[in-house]
């Protein structure tokens, strides 16, 4: 249910209808927005009648959340969610762009590659040092060694770090070097990872899983918000299809979609979506011209010799290519990048 504050309500009514919300066994989330104070009554509600919650001193109204997911709805919160996390900015009409290698793999290596994607006007790096790959014979990462290159290109650079989490018991180590925590496609929907990752201070970049409907992201992303952490940015990655040539299918629509159901911002993943580097570029452009609030893309100094995701990384020039187009796109349509 969502509690409606009147605009004079005081901290001390809010405090008051928090205790009634939890006395009745529901979880409280307080929601400050620019116009009104709203919280979020979470939980089996199915024996709380709103008469109960009406009667509280400032309420203005008590409604359903009609959603299955509650925190992440619009009904709740209609100010988009701005994400910050050192250079990145994302959301709210600021186009963030994460780009980097799929993986960590040597210092020269990811070094070079950020500072290529900052002068290109990436405002993250991205960079995997623990791999979820699908055969165990495949390169897994570097592990910590290279979440210490990942932060060591953040001092040469300044660039905020993305990078991808993918067990519970990893979380506080990567949580110590990343300025975002990316959990991945095949981890969409590991809610003990997603409760691990919603107990941090990191903004969260939650992958859609090839098989998963957007009401189950928005659910994975539900644990997340309902384990304490605000800040969670929703990738639309392809999904799987009967179509064959290109890796994952990747719609767009999802963007249009989730805006007209959430605040969260919506990031696509040009890169993984299509699975072919020659396919990257105007797809980046048209998640852009369809309202992303960000894009994560795939860049390799030498992507023919890449250990992982060579075939869809793009050169330093391609990506260089892609952020000029990508930027006409925006300014176009009034936004910034
Ligand atoms: C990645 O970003 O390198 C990755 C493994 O992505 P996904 O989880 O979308 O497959
Ligand atoms: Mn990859």
């Known amino acids: 249910m969502i509690v409606v504050m009147k605009q004079e309500a005081s901290e001390g009514d809010v405090e008051h209808m928090v205790q009634r919300i939890e006395s009745l066994g529901l979880k409280a989330h307080v929601i400050v927005g620019t116009e009104r104070t709203v919280i979020a ?13 009406e009667s509280g001193p400032g309420v203005a109204s008590v409604m359903p959340i009609l959603a299955p997911y509650k925190v992440a709805s619009l009904e709740l919160k209609r100010e988009p969610t701005m994400i ?11 186009v963030g762009v994460i780009a980097g290698p799929c993986s960590v793999e040597t210092e020269e290596q990811l ?14 790096l991205r960079g995997g040092a623990f791999k979820p790959r699908t ?26 770090i993305v990078t991808e ?28 990872l997603l409760e691990a990752v919603g107990k941090t201070d990191r903004p969260v970049l939650l992958k859609r899983g090839p ?49 007209s159901k959430t605040h969260l911002p919506v990031v696509v993943d040009p890169s993984h979506g299509t699975g072919h580097t020659y396919l990257v570029p105007k797809m980046a452009a048209a998640s852009v011209a369809a309202g992303a ?17 060579g075939y869809q990384s793009m050169t330093f020039e391609q990506f260089d290519d892609t952020m000029r187009e990508c930027r006409k796109v925006a300014e176009a349509l009034g936004r910034k990048m």
């Open 211 to 259: 098989s998963a409907t957007i009401d189950e992201l928005l659910l994975a992303a539900e644990y997340i918000l309902d384990a304490g952490n605000p800040n969670v940015m929703l990738c639309e990655r392809g999904i799987r299809t009967f179509e064959t040539h290109t890796r994952f299918t990747l719609p767009l629509a999802t963007v249009v979609y989730l805006h």
């Open 165 to 192: 989490v993918v067990a519970t018991e990893d979380v506080d180590l990567v949580a110590r070097y990343a300025d975002v925590l990316q959990v991945g496609a095949r981890n969409m929907q590991n809610y003990r």
């Open 41 to 53: 009554a979470v939980g089996d509600d199915r024996k709380t009648h709103k008469e109960s919650l």
């Open 111 to 124: 070094i070079k590659t950020a500072e290529a994607v900052k002068k290109a006007g990436a405002t993250a």
């Open 293 to 309: 609030d960000g894009l994560i893309m795939e860049v390799h100094p030498d992507p023919e010799n890449a250990l992982s995701d």
């Open 84 to 94: 910050r996390a050192g250079s990145l900015s994302l959301g709210n009409g600021a």
């Open 135 to 160: 055969s165990p014979y495949s390169f897994q990462g570097l592990k910590e060694e290279g979440l210490r290159l990942l932060a060591a290109a953040r001092d040469a650079t300044g660039l905020a």
